[in-house]
């Protein structure tokens, strides 16, 4: 005791320079509030690694065998991959590794990189692989279009990337300016049909000659003097007129000018994607995306100074460049909400604490101390790398009410030692030296609690540790200014003389005491009790909906569509140019942008698929939700040929993204014909589609463009002297041409196309009867159909894998918050839907995640319960007393459930967590009772009084800091802001485990006890 005694006397002596420490380093966390980063979710990297491979217009067939099963087989032995998921469609290939969560994310994308180069000579040499690491950074922060009514998208395109890009690319925190279906330009050079078989010339034979004029080539070195000379063959052309002179050899030393048999234009090149905005006749869309650690907001800003510097500049050719959205907005809205939340929140709990000790002073340092805790805890982030999100807020939401206790339960202690006659110095040292050393053991077992959180894997896992290592910080540095600086303010603000009126709360204290004396009497009503709070918990628990996340409003909405595959690309936008108009008229609507073969989440898709981005007014009068419902009715009902229509949010489509969930509820089926899961998904879509409460189920694996395949008989070589590459570079000339040289305009290049003009006849028709291959044997012209057969395929299945297996995929998204009702009704229509016994199912998406994260976090609440049975004996020596407080805390669940009952909110996630942050709070207020209950067997000679004055001594703290504690919640609880909505069912959770937890604590528990003891 005499070393307590120094050691507070010490604090008393010294409290100038523990002021001004704390003060240091609250400015210091200040200073540092305004460097962290601000995001939505967590800045951190995912396990995931994306391989995207572009091959032009490929079959699928040749993607599938040439590019994409060399591919996975390939990733598959990389080290710690968990699985592979893969697309393959027209000309493209979009491969997701999933690693084990321990790996080094670094070490991930390396391993991967190194794979692809190893068999990257293996797959076609024309492929294009794009490799993106798995982090919030690969999305876009923005996403912007240069547009013009006047100006082509080719012109477009060029200024953006070869004016434009690189300044952007010079601000700092810009990683990259992703264009989304640029239009270039490009010299078609098209061939007289007649005129070159009229001079029986080989296509094949001109394309060597023009890439013989294109070249440039080292051809030695020259020293004269004191100079040394380059030597090169340049045969590049600065103008693409110059090849129209080229001679074209006819042989026998003949021959004749390109312009008599070529017609030179300049035009787009094809492409199979589209881009488009609201506003402008022609635009390209581009996304700003940023580097992993720079702020999305600082990066934002200094991208908007630049546009607007560079707008006036293109204002005079009629060019514009304009913001179509932002991320940031809804990033500075939900931690600004959060924020208010936060500050709203204390004034809430200062006045519950005023209420109750009604003196000002020391509400007054109530209030100081929440923002002193909260600035020394932003350096804790710092240091460890935790920026500010959602997830990190909620944090210190969670532990606000905990910061308070600490310090109030401090000081009402040095208080009543005043009270009873103490001077203030001995009532200080008393006081502190009582309750400190009790309430440092019942922070570590708050802390201890969320060290299960650990077994937690995947994506849950990573949020909410963000989420625990917040809180921890927090309750860390409140319990060092409890021991530290409470002890000074308490010497401050404590008056002169003592107190000699009573306590107001006194008289209801001694009622309460009264009638637990004689309720001790009766202290077996305590069992019933627990009994029928257990029973309601376990039937809440099954009858409470279900969800994996809770549902916000953040003001943008994604538009995914599919057409029939019977569609050209023109035609495609013909139909997306008229969903565009369905959504400006649309009061909510601001703007949109539109992509049609690429989109937010990949880079390449169909030419019958694309999506919208909708970007909401900011204070539009219906919630999204109302908005997407709205829209969904409005294009059914003006576009009746669309095949799927799908609709969310930015941020869920985005965390599906990442953890690699298709939809909120996915069914799988994995067979080993892709064209029977395909068909038998239609059907099954069928049969779901009619499930109340389900709004959506798209099949995601689908058909696409239907195909024409040539294959070439054996007479073509052995009787005509034609072989396949031939046959393939002769039509290839017709339909789709053959890039041969460039022409240069300083570092710009325009390629030039060869094409072979054909008769302006249906392209079906003439391929099949009148097209003609030239024998450069017989120096004639053969009809195809001699040479090949022609087949016609109406619908070609896209291939997905699931960890190398066929697998269709379909998407369901659902109203309400039941998830778990839902796929309940999914199973039961599945049963009956007779689906063929050489077809697996399985069920998918967030829910497979809900599943596995409630699993885990069970088995966290759990282990925590049992952590602290374990420290509870270890720290009372009574078995009697830890089964009494863990029974405590068990029965705060019934509050958790009724609360999300009552509100008609999902368990979820959010709810899950909130269950553990309750038992970190409760446990502080029950091992305070008991250690004053065991205080005082020396003073006491009957047990029943001396449990009724520990109840008496911590009845009004127990009030005090719970009313505080889960009133400081109230504006999260009422979704006070866009940003607290993520967080609500949060709040939820912990206030009314706190409030039902003063009923047990002060009430159940203690007749428990009795029960118990005298047993």
Known sequence: MQEKKGFYLYILKNKLAIILIITLLTSVGYKVSTTIPQGVLPNIFFPRIEVSIDNGHAPISQMLYSVTKPSEEALKSVQDVQKIVSSTSVGTTDINIYFNWSIDPYLAY????????????????NAKITIKQATPSMYPVSIYAIGSDSVSRARLTEKLYY??????????????????????????????????????????????????????DFLGLINDKHTQYILSLNQKRTNANDFLKLNISLGNGKSIKLSDIALLIERENPVKEISAVSGFKNAVVFDLLRQPNANAIDVQKAFNKKVDALNKKLAKDGIKLKKYYDGTVFIKKAVRSVVDAIVIGSFIAVLIIFFFLRKFTLSLAALFIIPVTFFITIIGMKLIGIDFNIFSLGGMVAAMGGLIDQMLI???????????????????????????????VATTI???????????????????????????????????????????????????????????????????????????????????????????????????????????????????????????????????????????KIPEVKNWTMRIGTGLGKLNIPINQGDFLVTLKANHKRSSFEVIDDIRKKIEAQIPNIVELGLSQVLEDRLGDIMGADAPISVHLFGSNPEELITQGYKLQKVLRKIKDVEEVNVLTSYASPAINIKAKSIARSRYGIDEAMIRSQISALYYGKIVASVANGEKLINLRVL????????????????????????????????????????????????????????????????????????????????????????????????????????????????????????????????????????????????????????????????????????????????????????????????????????????????????????????????TQIIQDLAISIMGGLLFAIVINLYIIPLFFHFIRIR
């Not at 390396?110 to 797959?123: E, G, T």
């Open 163 to 216: 004016e434009l890009k690189p300044v952007m690319l010079g601000i700092d925190g810009v990683y990259d300016i992703q264009m989304k279906s640029p239009a270039w330009s490009e010299y078609k050079l098209i061939l007289d049909g007649k005129k070159v078989a009229a001079y029986k010339l080989n296509i094949d034979d001109i394309i060597t000659q023009l890439k013989a004029q294109n070249s440039i």
């Open 410 to 440: 401090v000081v009402e202690n040095i208080e009543r030692h005043y009270e009873n006659g103490e001077t203030k110095r001995n009532a200080i040292i008393k006081g502190s030296g009582e309750i400190l050393p009790i309430m440092s």
């Open 756 to 979: 072979m003009s054909r008769p302006n006849i249906d392209p079906i028709a003439y391929l099949k009867k009148d097209l003609k291959i030239y024998s450069p044997t017989l120096k004639q012209r053969i009809p195809l159909k001699e040479l090949a057969d022609i087949s016609y395929e109406n619908k070609v299945a896209e291939v997905s894998h699931y960890n190398l297996s066929p697998v269709c995929v379909l998407g369901i998204r659902f109203t309400g918050n039941d998830m778990s009702g839902v796929v309940a009704k999914i199973k039961k229509e599945m049963n009956n839907a007779k689906i063929p016994d050489n077809i697996t199912t399985e069920i998918s998406g967030f829910y497979k995640e809900q599943q596995k994260s409630f699993k885990q976090m069970s088995l966290v609440i759990l282990f925590a319960v049992t952590i602290i049975f374990i420290g509870l004996l270890l720290n009372f020596s009574s078995l009697r007393i830890a089964v009494a407080i863990v029974t405590a805390l068990i029965l705060t669940s019934t509050g958790v459930f009724l609360a999300l009952y009552l509100t008609h909110k999902p368990l979820d996630i959010m709810a899950f967590m909130g269950v553990l942050i309750v038992l970190s709070i409760v446990i502080n207020n029950n091992v305070l009772i008991y250690d004053f209950f065991q205080m005082n067997l020396n003073h006491q000679t009957c047990e029943i009084e001396q449990q009724l004055d520990a109840l008496a001594l911590r009845a009004k703290p127990i009030l005090m800091t719970m009313v505080s504690n889960a009133l400081a919640l109230l504006p999260i609880a009422l979704a006070i802001g866009t940003g």
């Open 110 to 125: 390396q391993l991967v990189q190194a794979r692809m180069a190893d068999i990257k000579n293996s797959i076609s040499p």
């Open 446 to 584: 708050s802390v201890l609690i969320f060290v299960p959180l650990l077994l937690v894997s995947g994506i849950v896992g990573v949020f909410f540790k963000q989420l625990a290592i917040v809180l921890v910080i927090t309750y860390f540095i409140s319990q060092l200014i409890a021991i530290f600086l409470t002890p000074v303010i308490a010497y401050i603000m404590l008056p002169k003389e003592q107190n000699k009126n009573e306590d107001f709360m006194q008289k209801y204290i001694d009622k309460y005491i009264n009638f637990m004396r004689k309720s001790f009497k009766h202290s077996w009503v305590s069992i019933p009790l627990i009994i029928a709070f257990l029973a309601t918990s376990a039937v809440l628990y099954l009858h409470i909906p279900s969800a994996f996340l809770p549902q916000w409003d953040e003001g943008n909405i994604v538009v995914d569509l599919v057409l029939p595959t019977e569609i050209t690309l023109n035609q495609s936008q013909e139909e997306f140019d008229e969903i565009g108009m369905i959504l400006s």
